[in-house]
């Protein structure tokens, strides 16, 4: 009896095996793959039908691996988790390994690429030492990629749904860095730079209309200075933006560019420099530079914004972001292009704006290249980039999507410009010419350490010391 009872046990759990695995394979090819607790109670075939057509449709496996140059508590950071939830929803059989590194990834990344460590894509300013700049060993050619249909605009590819000014950046810099010319970023995050000011301060000193020329800057700054608010601020992370954005709207970036790395110093004596040395100490006299901005440390300057110490201050388009714990939803902001500067040489003025945009990269040696990319595409779809706008105070990649209400006013600058100007109008081109001598040398200007006539003859010299023998 007992034998009998064995075998009739072995035999129910034996028929029991092979019913299960046949529910199995009709479901799904992976447990991961199982239908959530309301489909299984329906058991419906239309149900069933849906999940498998799904998965065979994306036909994408394997592993991806992202590092982000966002912190896991940045809005950013957010956004970018939901989009990778999409995508995990439509590609079920990719396993996708999302990293936050923060601003840590510039000097991570190369030595983990290194190293050999799978690394699918990653983020970076594309100019960057961390993007083409210093990863063009890595970086893969994405032109072909880019044809494929975009996420939520019929009828567009990738690429015709991305802001066009942006990808004609990206484009030219695998020229400039001794790449095959072509596309080796997808933007995300665009920027500009502009002066943004506090509109509350600006009516109260009865200005209603920002400033176009120079003229119309000093003007403005008097009735500023006499309403109780400094004019101007910034702090040491952005005071390379206020010299370059000077000089590139008198002469251009090129010429800006040309004039910190000339190795014979001469540049520096051209009356653009004196007559530049000669408006920065004006500003100084006058008192119309915040009476903090000689020890302003980062982000000292944009809290005094904000709070009505100073009106205008010369940053980036993140700006509304960093500052709305203290600013608050309703703040009244305010944007325009650095005044038109005279005696120039008729090829700066407002044709050329400081912008850009974070980058994403794929690493050529990736093996799952095509998921990455899906991925990506997920990113830089129209839903995820207006909710990046909406949630990040980001703008948007991709054409034809509502602007923060914050940076309205820096759209139509952005959307018009013409020509693209690199940071600091071209002053960042300098290197540590820039950040160690340059930068020094007008901060003793701007606080009366150095008279406007000595401003270019140090240059000249320090140049000619710093670029022997290079």
């Known amino acids: 009896m007992k034998k009998r009872q064995k075998k009739l046990t072995g035999l129910l759990l034996a ?49 991806v691996v992202f590092w982000s140059m966002w912190s896991s508590t940045e809005p950013q950071a957010k956004v970018i988790e939901s989009a990778v939830a999409e995508f995990k929803a439509a590609n079920p059989e990719v396993e996708v390994d999302l990293k936050f590194t923060g601003r840590d990834i510039l000097k991570l990344i190369k030595p983990a690429l290194d190293g050999g460590e799978q690394i699918d894509i990653w983020e970076a300013d594309p100019g960057s030492p961390a993007g083409i700049q210093g990863m063009k060993d890595y970086v893969m050619k994405l032109d072909d990629l880019l044809a ?15 802001i066009p000014s942006l990808l004609s950046w990206i484009q030219s810099l695998s020229t400039k860095y001794g790449l095959e010319e072509g596309i080796y970023s997808i933007p995300q995050q665009p920027y500009a730079v502009l002066f943004f000011y506090n509109k509350e301060v600006y009516e109260k000193a009865g200005i209603t209309k920002a400033p176009a020329t120079w003229e119309e800057f000093l003007a403005d700054a ?116 650095f005044p038109d500067v005279p005696n120039g040489n008729g090829k700066g003025g407002k044709q050329g ?55 309205a006013e820096a759209e139509a600058a952005f959307l018009n410009a013409k020509e693209n100007m690199p940071w600091g109008g071209g002053i960042g081109d300098g290197g540590d010419f820039t950040l160690a001598t340059i930068v020094p040398t007008f901060m003793e200007l701007i606080t009366g350490k150095l008279k406007p006539e000595e401003f270019g003859p140090k240059l000249s010299a320090e140049a000619k010391k710093f670029y022997a023998g290079k």
């Open 353 to 407: 704006l400081i912008f850009g945009s974070q980058g994403m990269f794929i690493n050529k040696s990736s093996k799952n290249a095509e998921a990455a990319f899906e991925l990506i595409k997920h990113i830089v779809s129209k839903q995820i980039q207006e909710k990046m706008a909406k949630d990040a105070l980001a703008i948007p990649a991709t054409i034809d999507s509502e602007w923060p209400a914050m940076l």
């Open 15 to 63: 028929m029991s095996m092979v019913l299960t695995l046949l529910a199995g394979c009709g479901s799904s090819n992976t447990t991961n793959n199982a239908a959530p607790p309301e489909a299984t109670k329906e058991n419906t075939p239309t149900a069933t039908t849906e999940a498998t057509t799904e998965v065979k449709a994306s036909g994408l496996e394997g592993k």
């Open 148 to 162: 494929e249909p975009s996420i939520g605009m019929e009828g567009k590819s990738v690429k015709d749904s991305m």
């Open 222 to 337: 008097e009735k500023i200075k006499a309403a109780g608010s400094a004019p101007l601020t910034f702090d040491d992370a952005y005071r390379d933006l206020f010299i370059g954005s000077y000089l590139a709207n008198a002469m251009g970036a090129d010429w800006v560019s040309q004039l910190v790395q000339d190795k014979t110093g001469e540049m520096w004596n051209d009356p653009i420099i004196l007559q530049f040395a000669k408006d920065m100490a004006n500003l100084n006299a006058k008192g119309f530079f915040s009476n903090k901005i000689a020890g302003s440390k980062y982000p000292a300057a944009q809290q005094d914004l904000v709070l009505g110490g100073s009106a205008a201050y010369l940053n980036g388009t993140w700006l509304p972001n960093e500052v709305l714990a203290t600013s608050g939803p309703d703040f009244k902001w305010g944007t325009f292009q």
